[in-house]
């Protein structure tokens, strides 16, 4: 088992932007299936983007539908980094954001990565009106 470490978090206008990353060590297959999900005071742990290579397929994003279109997810794969940029931020969006990983195919969905998967310690995001 890997570890994940996130950065990039930190306090913004509304309007603003800000590239969170995570870095995975440890792991030998990492890029199958990785994550970001974040959390509010008071919230459930949600699902914001995914990215999935696998099947015949490389690199197929997800996103929830509040950030569709602000939000986009990639990753380095030489790096072993995942990316969140995350742009037009709204006050909604603060919470502490994680990376989630996982190596099995079966588990690369967000209610399993949320249950399951690998995660790193969180950063924060704060964003103001």
């Known amino acids: 088992q890997g570890q994940l470490a996130e950065s990039g978090g930190g306090s913004v206008q509304a309007g603003g932007s800000l590239r969170l990353s995570c870095t995975a060590s440890?792991?030998?297959?990492?890029?199958?299936?990785m994550s970001w999900f974040r959390q509010a005071p008071g919230k459930e742990r949600e699902g914001v983007a995914l990215?999935?290579?696998?099947?015949?397929?490389?690199?197929?994003?997800v996103y929830a539908d509040s950030v569709k279109g602000r939000f986009t997810i990639s990753q380095d794969n030489a790096k072993n980094t995942l990316y969140l940029q995350m742009n037009s931020l709204k006050p909604d969006d603060t919470a502490i954001y994680y990376c989630?990983?996982?190596?099995?195919?079966?588990?690369?969905?967000?209610?399993?990565?949320?249950?399951?998967?690998?995660r790193g310690q969180g950063t924060q995001v704060t964003v103001s009106s």
């Open positions: 440890g792991y030998t297959n990492i890029n199958y299936c």
């Open positions: 990215i999935y290579s696998g099947g015949g397929v490389t690199g197929v994003t």
């Open positions: 989630a990983a996982t190596t099995r195919p079966e588990w690369c969905t967000w209610t399993s990565l949320r249950r399951y998967g690998d």
